[in-house]
Structures are given as C-alpha cells and as structure tokens.
C-alpha cells in the first residue's frame, strides 16, 4: 500500500493567517520562533528562530463531536507553501523526533479502538500502513507522541 502523508489544507492556514478564527473561535497568538521545535504544520518545516509564527487551536475533524480532539499548532506567519508528497515517505520533518503517537480513525472520524500507539519514527511508515490495513481505518492522524499535538494525517494513496 502507498502511503499519502497531509499537512493542515491551505484554505484554514491562509484563513489563520489573515487573522480568522481559530478552533475556539479566536484569532492566532502572534509570536516570533525561538527556533526550537515549532514545527509549521501547513509546509511541515520548522519554523526558523526569528520568524513570525502563529499559535491556534486547530481541530483537524470536519466537525465537532466528541471525538473531535482539539490542540495547539504552529503556523508560518507569512503565506507558506503547503506540504507536498511525493514520495509516500514520512515527511523529513520529522526525522529529529523519536516519537510519534500514530491513531486510526473511521470514516466517521471516530477512534477506532486499539489502533492508537506510540511508535519510535523509524518504525511510523510500517504502523501506519498497518494501521491502515485495518478494516474500518479511513485515515491515520499522527501526534506528538509527549504532547499529544496534531502534526499531521496519513492516508492510502489514490492510483
């Protein structure tokens, strides 16, 4: 199985970054990257000591439900291009991190018991493939392992 990997889509980051309401219903803290592990999370690259940077409450669900977990996320103050794979390869951003907390989730967007684990990065293609694999897993959401913070989604590549 081909994996597809997917930042946050462009349509919420510009809409954050222009100063549009976060989950909560407020607009993006305002804060300048100290450049340590404030990961952007619509170009999946670190955002460099010195930049803009946004903080807001993010929801990666199409809508609210219980399982709908929100947290915080880091954006690239000024307009960054998203994340683009090509490879169906973990995104390099991730490379510095041990961890990784990789959870299935169903069409729905409702946890599906029993996919969520850590896993040590080397080993996150492999968990998410087989989490995949799993006969009601529609997509893998991965979060940080020690925070628990959104990072990214993974899917079947179409093709």
């Known amino acids: 199985m081909k994996l597809e990997f997917s930042a946050i889509p462009t349509a919420h980051a510009r809409a954050l970054q222009a100063g549009g309401p976060d989950a909560y219903g407020r607009p993006a803290e ?3 990257s100290d450049g340590g592990g404030n990961p952007c999370r619509h170009c999946l690259r670190e955002i460099p000591a010195g930049a803009g940077m946004l ?3 993010y929801r990666p669900f199409g809508a609210a439900q219980p399982y709908a977990e929100t947290g ?3 954006l690239c103050e000024a307009p960054c291009e998203r994340y683009r794979d090509e490879t169906g390869r973990l995104p390099p951003l991730f490379a510095r991190r041990a961890h990784l907390l990789v959870r299935g989730y169903d069409a729905a967007e409702r946890i599906v018991y029993g996919t969520g684990r850590v896993v040590a990065v080397a080993d996150c293609e492999a968990a998410v493939t087989e989490t995949l694999a799993a006969p009601r897993v529609a997509f893998v959401h991965l979060r940080s392992a020690t925070n628990n913070c959104y990072q990214a989604r993974a899917g ?4």
């Not at 079947?156 to 093709?159: C, L, N, S, Y």
Request: charged share 25%.
């Open 156 to 159: 079947r590549a179409e093709g």
């Open 55 to 57: 903080i807001a409450a």
């Open 30 to 32: 305002r804060t300048v």
């Open 72 to 74: 915080p996320i880091f």
